[in-house]
């Protein structure tokens, strides 16, 4: 004999709701289509599962032992449903965070120190990156998270399925090498070589703002991918740079100029979405990052190695919000 489960349910819902009309309005079918439920399960069993002698219809006893049963599937059923409700908000498993080369030290090794605590079942593998390769490996599902440097005024645009927040708001700084003046006038700084940095990224998408307000045109524009390599040709005075103010607080080999910069400099954290919105995998990595990055800023100015203050919050406003 194989029963269908779907009848047992059916037959508990008739014990539950006192017969045929109580289940139709239970499951939201029609009594006609409860009834053949009925019938069908009472030819598989080959009992007759419901006394229709009397004005109101009971459950046999074979009735009530198979309406049990079908209380017991249900609450299986539920059961279940709760376990994969629990499983699917667990953050577990293993995650891929892509970072900048700055924010290995800074605050991104730190986070997963912070996630073998918060969340063992989690298994984070972290992944230097710039942004364009970053969005690339976003796209493709080969990165769950990614820390991407950006500018508030030309932001990048993001991929479908991606959410992101800025942990990181700050303006930027002009800084000269140390044994310059400051100008009268920043066209003094036009004809001279500069500090440039990679096509697109946010300290040169600043420096081109910069330049076309104030007519600069540098002689020569020296190429510093990375925050090291700027630091070291100011050392050596090779130009002036344009920096963000968290780098330029670090500045050893420099003056930092209080010159506007249009724009702000922004940290933003992205992170592939499921089809509920969210992942807790990712979400939890996020939480560390956002921690991490805030207890990193706190230490640098309690040690004194920074007095500028950028804004760090997980509730600004993302580009994308707006």
Same mark, same amino acid.
């Given at each position: 004999?194989?029963? $269908?489960?779907?009848?047992?349910?059916?037959?508990?819902?008739?014990?539950?709701?006192?017969?045929?009309?109580? *289940?139709?309005?239970?499951?939201?079918?029609?009594?006609?289509?409860?009834?053949?439920? =009925?019938?069908?399960?009472?030819?598989?069993?080959?009992?007759?599962?419901?006394?229709?002698?009397?004005?109101?219809?009971?459950?046999?006893?074979?009735?009530?032992?198979? *309406?049990?049963?079908?209380?017991?599937?249900?609450?299986?059923?539920?059961?279940?449903?709760?376990? +994969?409700?629990?499983?699917?908000?667990?953050?577990? %498993?293993?995650? *891929?965070?892509?970072?900048? =080369?700055?924010?290995?030290?800074?605050?991104? %090794?730190?986070?997963?120190?912070?996630?073998?605590?918060?969340?063992?079942? =989690?298994?984070?593998?972290?992944?230097?990156?710039?942004?364009? $390769? %970053?969005?690339?490996?976003?796209?493709?599902?080969?990165?769950?998270?990614?820390?991407?440097?950006? $500018?508030?005024?030309?932001?990048?645009?993001? @991929?479908?399925?991606?959410?992101?927040?800025?942990?990181?708001?700050?303006?930027?700084? =002009?800084?000269?090498?140390?044994?310059?003046?400051?100008?009268?006038?920043?066209?003094?700084?036009?004809?001279?070589?500069?500090?440039?940095?990679?096509?697109?990224?946010?300290?040169?998408?600043?420096?081109?703002?910069?330049?076309?307000?104030?007519?600069?045109?540098?002689?020569?524009?020296?190429?510093?991918?990375?925050?090291?390599?700027?630091?070291?040709?100011?050392?050596?005075?090779?130009?002036?740079?344009?920096?963000?103010?968290?780098?330029?607080?670090?500045?050893?080999? %420099?003056?930092?100029?209080?010159?506007?910069? @249009?724009?702000?400099?922004? +940290?933003? +954290?992205?992170?592939?979405?499921?089809?509920?919105?969210?992942?807790?995998?990712?979400?939890?990595?996020?939480?560390?990052?956002?921690?991490?990055?805030?207890?990193?800023?706190?230490?640098?100015?309690?040690?004194?190695?920074?007095?500028?203050?950028?804004?760090?919050?997980?509730?600004?406003? $993302?580009?994308?919000?707006?």
């Amino acid at each position: 004999m194989k029963l $269908d489960p779907r009848r047992l349910l059916v037959l508990r819902q008739i014990a539950d709701g006192g017969g045929v009309a109580g *289940a139709s309005r239970a499951l939201g079918h029609t009594p006609s289509a409860i009834s053949q439920h =009925l019938s069908r399960l009472e030819s598989e069993v080959g009992l007759p599962l419901v006394d229709r002698s009397g004005g109101r219809a009971e459950l046999t006893v074979a009735g009530r032992m198979l *309406a049990d049963y079908g209380r017991r599937i249900e609450e299986l059923l539920d059961e279940a449903a709760g376990a +994969l409700d629990t499983l699917g908000s667990q953050a577990a %498993g293993p995650i *891929a965070i892509g970072v900048p =080369l700055p924010a290995i030290t800074f605050f991104a %090794g730190p986070a997963l120190h912070l996630l073998a605590t918060s969340h063992p079942a =989690l298994e984070p593998r972290l992944v230097e990156t710039g942004a364009a $390769d %970053g969005l690339r490996a976003l796209r493709r599902g080969e990165l769950d998270v990614l820390v991407m440097e950006d $500018d508030d005024e030309q932001p990048t645009e993001l @991929p479908p399925g991606v959410r992101s927040t800025v942990m990181f708001e700050d303006s930027y700084k =002009l800084v000269l090498p140390e044994t310059w003046e400051v100008p009268d006038t920043l066209a003094q700084l036009s004809g001279i070589p500069w500090i440039g940095a990679a096509e697109g990224t946010p300290r040169d998408l600043a420096f081109r703002r910069l330049a076309a307000e104030h007519g600069i045109k540098p002689s020569t524009e020296h190429l510093a991918r990375e925050r090291f390599a700027v630091y070291s040709m100011l050392a050596v005075r090779l130009g002036p740079v344009v920096l963000p103010a968290n780098a330029a607080g670090l500045v050893t080999h %420099g003056t930092v100029t209080e010159v506007p910069v @249009p724009g702000r400099y922004l +940290l933003r +954290l992205l992170r592939r979405t499921g089809s509920t919105g969210t992942v807790p995998a990712a979400e939890a990595a996020a939480s560390a990052l956002q921690s991490a990055l805030l207890a990193a800023s706190e230490r640098m100015t309690r040690t004194g190695m920074t007095t500028l203050d950028p804004r760090i919050s997980a509730h600004l406003r $993302d580009p994308s919000e707006l």
